[in-house]
């Protein structure tokens, strides 16, 4: 095992996690993320001598939910990683774990050079900075991103409270991604309206090279033009159905060690980026269940909270 990936690893289980002796972790990966599978099962087995390491298939999309007797045994974990190349994140099965107490971290599609990066953030500070953000997406009603040609897309926040996934999950039913860093909520379905071009990156796609437009009504996607990144976006929409084309999220992140790779885990978690989610949010504040979510990274947004400004041209405001 490599010396960097055991190191990183260590930050995860004990920084990140805080995985003390005689507690039950269970360490989910496939063949596409066994490497770093492995690594997280051999730091986790330094503190406590309950760990399993559970091998699963890759799943097809993102939000699928795992075999039954997989969310059965996440039930009875107290802790969990899962480091697969699909994500868990927004499972049902993930939702129950942690309504039982079980804290967890999800790290779908994991790559090396973006795992290597979580141990190399001052989690106290980043942590700090994100309920600033998280604060102000609280406190506001409406929410409006503005795009370099001026395109705006408008959405509520109102009654929505976000989720600030920090890096730090210490007590029962604590969940988040890493790499962390993103104050992210659900916005009110049936509310936004207006068009928004993505020019990041997109779960299941990666790094665009055009960008993505997206027309959106009453809270779901009409239309999406860009090229062979917009007909794989259809693609990977097409067999979920209508409610895969809500409008799901709206995150904000805050993690100034991430960079933009293609990887939306990491992309969405770049300061100064914004990003917006399709598909599922029930797991997050929200009421739309389908087995898909995916996320799209905008890079140098305007964001107009209440019509105050949080992020210009991305820029983060104070």
Request: charged share 20%; aromatic share 2%; net charge negative.
């Amino acid at each position: 095992m490599e010396k960097d990936l055991l190191e990183t690893a260590r930050t995860v289980v004990t920084t990140c996690l805080d995985v003390r002796p005689g507690e039950h972790v269970m360490v989910i990966t496939d063949s596409k993320t066994e490497d770093i599978g492995q690594s997280l099962w051999l730091s986790v087995q330094e503190i406590t001598d309950k760990a399993v390491l559970c091998h699963i298939m890759p799943g097809r999309i993102h939000g699928e939910e795992p075999p039954a007797h997989i969310g059965a045994a996440l039930e009875a974990s107290g802790v969990a990683i899962m480091a697969t190349s699909k994500s868990l994140s927004h499972t049902e099965a993930r939702k129950r774990a942690c309504s039982k107490g079980a804290r967890i971290v999800s790290l779908p599609g994991i790559l090396k050079d973006s795992f290597l990066r979580i141990s190399g953030v001052d989690y106290l500070a980043m942590a700090e900075f994100t309920a600033r953000v998280g604060s102000i997406l609280d406190a506001g009603h409406t929410a409006r991103i503005i795009g370099e040609q001026g395109e705006v897309l408008s959405m509520g926040i109102g009654g929505r409270r976000s989720v600030l996934d920090t890096g730090i999950y210490h007590g029962p039913g604590d969940f988040g991604n890493l790499p962390a860093g993103e104050a992210y909520l659900a916005p009110v379905e049936g509310s936004a309206n207006g068009i928004i071009t993505v020019d990041g990156s997109i779960a299941g796609v990666g790094l665009l090279e055009t960008p993505v437009q997206l027309e959106v009504r009453d809270g779901m996607v009409k239309s999406i033009q860009g090229g062979e990144a917009a007909a794989r976006l259809e693609e990977l929409l097409g067999p979920v159905g209508q409610l895969g084309k809500n409008l799901a999220e709206l995150g904000v992140g805050t993690n100034s060690a991430a960079m933009l790779t293609g990887l939306a885990l990491e992309d969405e978690k770049v300061a100064g980026t914004i990003h917006v989610a399709l598909g599922a949010n029930a797991t997050f504040g929200g009421r739309i269940q389908v087995p898909i979510h995916l996320d799209l990274v905008v890079r140098r947004p305007t964001l107009l909270i209440d019509e105050k400004p949080l992020l210009d041209r991305g820029r983060l405001m104070e």
